[in-house]
């Protein structure tokens, strides 16, 4: 199964601190995205990186993809009490379709 | 900024009964999945879409399942006889022609009682 993982399971920081999660997966992959989900809400896409990149940013977001350790990191940076959230990692699988397969996510919670 | 939609928010139905979600995806999209979410579980994928047929499809997306696209605008899910196991968030999601990025949708709660 090429399901992430995600690491922690969940994270507690003080407002203006780094949040940083982990993601591992199984398999080659072409893409991984990342999504932000607030309880029982939908999924908000943060951002995708390819596996020809190595560091993406998007604002207060940072992700690195490092495919020989099958592992992704999401760093938010200058943390909000409104990044409290549950974020997900999600991988394809490389030369199959256009699936992603989600990890258990990590949840976040910024204390303010 | 285009979003994908999707409703009911909420539909609650008995076992047995048919129900249909509902989801318009971003406008110039062309390709289209169902993912499910059941409580405190990972999110899974069941379909995807593209040009009017199923393109894959996992083991979940049994007969029970089915998805169309019945105008320009609204792809649905139609599960034909609900079980008590299919209580779940239901999400659409979808994506440009060569942008892997998937949009989803904030989601239906089906609950079977």
């Known amino acids: 199964s090429q399901q992430g993982e995600e690491d922690p399971q969940a994270l507690s920081i003080q407002e203006g601190e780094n949040a940083t999660m982990n993601c591992s997966y199984k398999t080659s992959i072409n893409n991984l995205q990342w999504y932000r989900q607030n309880s029982g809400r939908g999924l908000v896409h943060l951002i995708l990186i390819r596996s020809n990149e190595r560091e993406k940013h998007s604002g207060r977001l940072r992700v690195t993809l490092d495919t020989s350790k099958k592992s992704s990191s999401l760093l938010i940076t200058a943390s909000r009490a409104a990044d409290t959230a549950s974020y997900f990692c999600a991988t394809d699988a490389a030369g199959t379709g256009n699936q992603f397969y989600f990890g258990t996510g990590t949840s976040l919670t910024v204390i303010p | 900024e285009p979003e994908v939609t999707q409703t009911p928010s909420h539909q609650v139905t008995q076992m047995g009964q048919e129900v249909i979600l509902r989801c318009v995806p971003i406008?110039?999209?062309?390709?289209f999945y169902w993912y499910r979410q059941i409580l405190g579980q990972k999110v899974e994928f069941l379909v995807s879409f593209y040009n009017n047929e199923i393109s894959e499809k996992s083991e979940i997306f049994d007969d029970q399942f089915s998805v169309e696209r019945p105008d320009g605008s609204n792809f649905t899910l139609k599960i034909r006889s609900t079980k008590l196991e299919d209580s779940a968030m239901y999400f659409c999601a979808s994506t440009r022609a060569g942008y892997p990025e998937q949009y989803f949708g904030p989601g239906t709660r089906l609950t079977v009682t």
């Open positions: 406008s110039n999209h062309l390709y």
